[in-house]
């Protein structure tokens, strides 16, 4: 193989690592875009997450969320948020409170916690 070769070939090398490098940098970021919920399935979202947790204000909404198609972030009276994992048909999958102080518990819908288990 002539040096020009082995040139064109280092360089071929490179130029493709650095793009895939680049797709994956993308494809890992897509996960962080958070996109709010509009239209009807807000008002759905809402109204599920609020029956859910018994009242408190609708601080923040996420489609795509990690856990769930939809995420809605409920601030309770008390100062504490939860957050209410929702499917495509906006039953309740899971939810997340945080209590402010570092404090974070989750629970998958259908689990409970009970004493003494």
């Known amino acids: 193989m002539s040096k020009t070769m082995k040139i064109v070939a280092a360089g071929a090398a ?12 993308t494809a890992g970021s897509e996960g962080d875009s958070e ?13 599920a997450a609020l029956d859910h947790t018994g ?10 969320d990690e856990e769930s198609l939809y995420e809605v972030e409920v601030t309770m009276n008390d100062g504490s948020q939860v957050d209410v ?24 819908a259908g689990e409970s916690e009970t004493a003494g288990s």
């Open 14 to 25: 490179i130029a493709g690592l650095v793009a895939g490098g680049a797709a994956i940098a």
């Open 55 to 64: 009242g408190g204000t609708v601080t923040d909404t996420e489609v795509g």
């Open 85 to 108: 994992q929702l499917n495509a048909d906006f039953d309740v999958v899971g939810e997340e409170t945080e209590t402010g102080e570092g404090d974070e518990t989750g629970e998958e």
């Open 35 to 47: 996109q709010p919920i509009s239209g009807t399935e807000l008002e759905k979202a809402e109204a």
